[in-house]
């Protein structure tokens, strides 16, 4: 079966780094996307990766080896903004998106 | 981000009655997609139509109707629901539906509540 793995919370401080990790099994490869979903809002693109290697968008960064089948989003500088989960999602051979149940993630001040 | 509209945000209907949530992207894109959110469970694929023609239906029990009138809009219809039916539905578009690297774009979902 296809699975995705993500833990289900984590909580950081302000101003600190957090790194919430993602590991995959699946039928085929085709890329592996993060969004962020606040609370009763829509999930929001935050990064794709389909090559290995680290991806740096801002405050954000990704991470992807596809042969240890994981990844992982870098968060830095957080703010209280950053409370929110954190969802993995694959590309399958299909090209469907397979999700994980998402990383709650607790800024504390 | 007004790219992806739902509505109603809200809707609460008994086991008997007949309800429809519409979704509306106002992004260009050919691809739209349902997908059911539960509390703490990963998102699951319902329903996905590229070019109005429906590409992908995961098993979704024949109480849940879709409806894609042209690449804009796109409907769901409820009959007959059960109450572990409750739940986030989310509607999302992207360009296509068959490339990998398309990000889909969500709208704010509808929380249906099943008595």
């Known amino acids: 079966g296809q699975n995705i793995d993500q833990p289900t919370e984590m909580t950081a401080t302000e101003g600190a780094i957090v790194q919430i990790n993602c590991t995959y099994q699946?039928?085929?490869?085709?890329?592996l996307f993060w969004y962020q979903q606040h609370a009763g809002e829509a999930p929001t693109f935050l990064s794709y990766?389909?090559l290995d290697g680290l991806e740096e968008k801002g405050r954000f960064s990704s991470f992807l080896s596809r042969s240890k089948g994981y990844s992982y989003l870098l968060l830095k500088e957080l703010q209280m903004k950053d409370s929110a989960s954190y969802l993995c999602?694959?590309?399958?051979?299909?090209?469907?998106?397979?999700w994980g149940a998402g990383t709650k993630l607790i800024i504390k001040p | 981000e007004t790219g992806v509209t739902q509505t109603p945000r809200h809707l609460v209907m008994g086991m008997t009655n007949k309800k429809s949530l519409k979704c509306e992207q106002h992004?260009?894109?050919?691809?739209m997609y349902w997908y059911k959110q539960s509390a703490k469970k990963p998102l699951e694929l319902m329903f996905v139509y590229n070019f109005k023609e429906q590409t992908e239906n995961n098993s979704v029990p024949s109480r849940f109707s879709p409806e894609c009138p042209n690449s804009s809009h796109l409907f769901l219809h409820l009959h007959t629901l059960q109450p572990e039916d409750s739940a986030l539905y989310l509607c999302?578009?992207?360009?296509?539906?068959?490339?990998?690297?398309?990000?889909?774009?969500f709208g704010p979902g509808t929380r249906l509540t099943v008595l």
């Open positions: 699946t039928s085929g490869f085709n890329g």
């Open positions: 992004l260009g894109h050919n691809a």
């Open positions: 990766n389909v």
């Open positions: 999602a694959v590309v399958d051979s299909n090209y469907q998106l397979i």
């Open positions: 999302a578009s992207s360009r296509d539906s068959g490339v990998g690297s398309d990000t889909q774009y």
